[in-house]
């Protein structure tokens, strides 16, 4: 379907807290009242090495789909879907296969990987069902994907962020780049190659734990910087290794290693001093009381996405508020979604993008073990 630019109606409906009854359900049969029940899925990993990412995700998605619930009156119930890809874009396919399958879902909170984007949003938009994820290689949004929305910036703002902070804050003179082979972790480290071009490059494997290699490279290339794009269960036992082997080498990586399961994984020590950059709000910078909502919810402090599934889920829930209770009518109101969240602000471009004005890069330090906000690195 065509994208609108008229966002009117989408603003008036939030703006009014709209509680109309269901008209038609995602099935196609009639509902209303009590008896309207829709679901919203949450696509990602909750098993597997980097399972501590997306259960950031279903939990910030879930936080906003059960303060709706709880509302009195839900004008139609909103059950959150779960489908564990485990990291694993050879899962994805099915998995969106299940998820168009079932009508009663009206839009993804992911995939959250870009790998499993890559196998997964083809079949989800085909079949109309929405997405709004939080995803960052950059080429997602240039497939033609007519449901695709990402809720924050791209690694076209990050890689070039990161290089910025390596070449002006860190003052990094011979940067040697590391990447998982990924679609994410490849592609975040090729926009930071183009920024700051490196001495040396190398690569690691999904579940490598022996970097001595690797590391014999960085030590020969006199690096003073190592940059890594890829996800904190590779990355914790590199910097961990390259502690060992007496490196000082600065240590920067992206937004998939900002996880507590990094720093466990490296230890303390060796973490350290560690940059991570992450297109992320840090939770005291959320907006509301969402940092404390979610804690009362869950016990612990939202984690990197737990903000921002938080927004992609309450888009959805506007919709469902404003009678948008079919996969078509539930686009259709995204794409026009104009309203600030307590990220950012949203309003998608015909290709699904933030508007830039939007998209802030921050830069993480790990102090004394853990992963605090340093700066929102500077745009230029």
Partial sequence: MVRTSVRAVAVLALALGLSTACVKGADNTSASGKDCAVKISFFGALTGPNAALGTNIRDGAKLAIDQYNAGKPATCRIELDLRDSQGDEKLAPGLADAVVQDAKVIGVVGPSFSG????ADGKLSDNGVPIITVATNPSLSTKGWKTFHRILGNDATQGPA???YL????????LFVVDDT????????????KTVPPVGAGTTSKGQTDFSALITQIRASGADAVYYGGYYAEAGPLLKQLRGQGLKAAFVAGDAVKDDKFVESAGKEAAEGAILTCPCVPPDKSGGTFAAEFKKAFGSEPGTYAAEAYDAATIYVAGVKAGKTTRKDMEAFVDAYTGKGVTTTFAFTPQGELDLSAVAVWAYRVEAGKIVAVQEIPKS
């Fill in 162 to 164: 990161a290089a910025r």
């Fill in 167 to 174: 070449r002006d804050t860190l003052k990094a003179q011979k």
């Fill in 182 to 193: 990924s679609e994410y972790g490849k592609g975040l480290a090729d926009e930071v190659k």
């Fill in 116 to 119: 499993e984007s890559k196998a």
